[in-house]
């Protein structure tokens, strides 16, 4: 059982950001990632679909034989996260808690600002959480949809003029309100890291829910005893369900190394994922 891979999924590429922590936090152990790039983005879909799509994705993981199932998604997190709950007895980690958290030990004035797609704005599940890990501390939260963040992300924009105008426009509303934290609430927007913390001026710590998903997967692991203990790097397993070129270009300039294993899948949704 130790030995199983933890299971990743996303809408797409960025997830990646997920699977780069865990491997710092935990890298002895082997990881399976599926990348939904045929239904990417997650953020502009209605509750019911991402719910389905959630749930489509797991499954596949699930039949890879996983440990552990995390969901790298913060729209995912938000729309399904009960429902993956109820239909998987695997332990089963999403961002959303861990980002909210990380956030309320890193704000000292209490003001919060939150960027995500508008699908997790929407569900208010960031402010929920971030309160909650506040307890009794005043907190005041911004959220701010960022869409276009996601397909510039997706394409590699990450460091070009065209992001830093985007990111200006998202931005400026929340450097006003003298926030002294943002959380990046979407698992694609640590790869425009750099031009979000340009843009929004020192004095801001960005919060990112994928370092601090990762550092409490390994937590979970050794409270459950299924940490792998084996010597070496684990391996990992990359799945995608479009776009097979334009991802292993993405991640592997993300990911600053060659991608050892990445497949083509073909989506039969309402059964099955096959392999193509």
């Known amino acids: 059982m130790n030995s199983l891979p933890i299971g990743i999924f996303d809408s797409g590429v960025g997830g990646l950001t997920v ?13 399976v990632y599926l990348g939904d790039t045929a239904r990417v983005p997650y ?20 039949r890879k034989g996983v440990k552990m199932i995390v969901v790298a998604c ?58 909650e890990a506040c307890g009794r501390r005043a907190v005041e939260i911004f959220s701010q949809p960022c869409p276009l963040f996601v397909p510039l992300a997706e394409e590699g924009e990450t460091d070009s003029a065209v992001t830093r105008m985007v ?8 450097r006003e309100q003298r926030i002294d934290t943002l959380v990046l609430g979407c698992t694609h927007y640590p790869l425009l890291k750099n031009v979000i913390a340009e843009t929004m001026g020192g004095g801001v710590t960005l919060v990112d829910s994928a370092e601090a998903t990762a ?8 409270e459950q005893g299924l940490l792998n203990d084996r010597p070496g790097r684990g391996e990992s397993r990359f799945y995608v369900t479009d776009a097979a070129r334009r991802f292993h270009r993405i991640a592997e300039q993300f990911l600053g190394e060659p991608l050892g294993h990445l497949e083509a899948v073909v989506a039969w949704w309402h059964d099955r994922l096959q392999t193509r």
């Open 19 to 31: 699977l780069r922590a865990l491997r710092r936090h935990l890298p002895h152990e082997n990881l």
């Open 43 to 62: 953020g502009t879909k209605s509750p019911a679909t991402v719910e389905r799509y959630a749930v489509e994705d797991a499954s596949f993981l699930d």
């Open 74 to 131: 913060n729209t995912a997190s938000a729309l399904a996260g009960a429902e993956l709950h109820r239909a998987f007895r695997l332990p089963l980690l999403s961002v959303i808690g861990p980002g909210a958290r990380a956030a309320a030990r890193a704000t000292g004035s209490g003001r919060v600002g939150v960027i995500a797609t508008e699908a997790t704005v929407e569900s208010g599940a960031y402010a929920t959480r971030i309160r």
């Open 167 to 174: 990111a200006e426009k998202y931005l400026a509303p929340l």
């Open 215 to 222: 550092a409490e997967v390994a937590t979970l692991l050794a």
